[in-house]
């Protein structure tokens, strides 16, 4: 009788290891978020990102429509299809924050549909509901990363105007006596102008800290978005209505003033379009016009913004009646690097509703390779993210930027997604966030 209850409650122990065993195979939250509940209040707000299973697939039917119509329409549908895929998809994840946030466990920040995703605020409690639904297919941390161009502390540009509300009144023809810097000279940008290629009719959307659209080498070739009007939720809406006068949009702090936050942005803008009115053309592309889109901050930057950068431009082609006109090419002065955990899955579709868009992304590689100056040592894959021998912090005495990573985890997100080639040196799969656990690498700029 004895080993009866004995195999019983054996068996019985078995049975709950195997059915917790279970839960945790098949929760949607990623191992990280799991760490950081177990360690926070059950009243912490925590920010996290949804993503979903399913993805739109176009029938043969609407990419043949889609092929027949002019460029613009063809975007708007695409938009526009993408967002009704989203709202049908997300629809029991909204209605669970919307009645969550009636007790303050949870709160909307972005709907990330062109990512498939959303992003929010929820306690742990919620989380969990979330990560038990069925449509869901992971449910990440979005915690704050540092931003390690913050050693930009002053604005580059000495005849920077400052904090404007409106667009300027002083524009200046461009120099006919400025010195073409030697970078510009050094890739043989002149050349290319003389063929005629100098960026007439290419809009930039440069996605970074802001710019000094004031700025005498710039204020020239800033995009006009003064015709486009929208409300406090980025509705397209007539007049009356707010207008984008200052050439783009704030995704950091949600307003239509996207004012460089620490010199960064401005940089990028000026060796994109710097014309030489100051004196010196730092431009490659002097004709561009550049759409500004603020999605980083002097300090820091998370995945949410860094996204939503992207789904601005998305969430305005989308509405009914909207004349906005895409930018012809993304830059993205900004990469997560391969220890931050990434959502390589989620960067990958959204970058690739990108190119069915028909714009490019260019991103920054990074400055994260191995063999870096200090004393440290390169990536440790066996010891897992954030080692950094023998340095006891990330970031390495003397040195601006982190210890390095090995091919091809070097390159950051999104610049090595898609992947055209597999590098010869690229190590056996990791733990990583992705859900193949590849990471893949490619030719970026930076």
């Given amino acids: 009788m004895k080993n009866i209850i004995v195999i019983c409650i054996v068996t019985i122990a078995l049975t709950v290891v195997n059915a917790n065993h279970t839960l945790c195979q098949e929760t949607a939250i990623h191992s990280t978020l799991i760490e950081k509940m177990e360690a926070s209040p059950d009243s912490e707000l925590i920010r996290v990102i949804v993503f979903f299973k399913g993805k739109k697939v176009f029938s043969p039917e609407e990419l043949s429509d889609m092929k027949a119509m002019p460029l613009f329409e063809s975007q708007s549908y695409h938009a526009r ?212 889109i603020k999605n980083a901050h002097g300090t820091s930057q998370n995945e949410t913004k860094m996204m939503n950068g992207i789904q601005w431009l998305f969430d305005m082609k989308a509405q009914p009646g909207s004349t906005f006109q895409y930018p012809d090419i993304i830059n993205m002065s900004q990469r997560m690097r391969f220890d931050w955990q990434p959502s390589y899955d989620a960067w990958r579709t959204l970058c690739l509703e990108v190119f069915n868009a028909k714009m ?40 601006e930027y982190p210890c390095g990573f090995p091919i091809p985890y070097s390159i950051g997100v999104p610049a090595n997604i898609p992947s055209p080639w597999l590098h010869p040196d690229q190590p056996a799969p990791l733990n990583t966030a992705a859900p193949d656990n590849h990471v893949n690498s490619v030719i970026a700029c930076g």
Wanted: negative net charge; proline residues 5%; aromatic residues 8%.
């Fill in 360 to 399: 490019i992304i260019i991103a920054g590689a990074g400055n994260e390779g191995g063999g870096s100056p200090g004393g440290c040592s390169r990536y440790d894959i066996k010891k897992g993210f954030g080692v950094c021998e023998p340095c006891v912090v990330d970031v390495c005495p003397n040195m």
């Fill in 81 to 292: 299809a993408l967002k009704q895929f989203g709202d049908v998809q997300s629809a029991n994840v909204k209605a669970l924050i919307n009645e969550a946030e009636k007790t303050s466990k949870c709160k909307i920040i972005a709907d990330l549909w062109a990512a498939y995703g959303i992003s929010c605020w929820a306690t742990k409690e919620i989380i969990q509901r979330v990560g038990n639904l069925p449509e869901v297919r992971e449910v990440v941390w979005d915690w704050d990363r540092p931003n390690i161009e913050v050693g930009i502390k002053s604005n580059p540009f000495p005849n920077a105007v400052g904090k404007t509300t409106g667009k300027s009144n002083n524009r200046k023809l461009p120099s006919t006596t400025s010195t073409i810097e030697w970078g510009v000279n050094k890739i043989g940008a002149p050349k290319v102008w003389n063929l005629g290629y100098r960026g007439t009719g290419i809009v930039v959307a440069v996605l970074d800290n802001g710019c000094n659209y004031n700025h005498p080498d710039l204020s020239n070739n800033m995009w006009d978005g003064s015709n486009h009007f929208y409300d406090a939720n980025r509705n397209y809406v007539e007049d009356p209505g707010e207008r984008l006068l200052n050439h783009g949009w704030d995704v950091w702090n949600g307003d239509n003033n996207p004012e460089d936050g620490n010199g960064h942005g401005t940089l990028v803008a000026g060796i994109i379009a710097g014309d030489g009115t100051g004196g010196k053309q730092t431009g490659v592309s002097p004709d561009v016009k550049l759409m500004i």
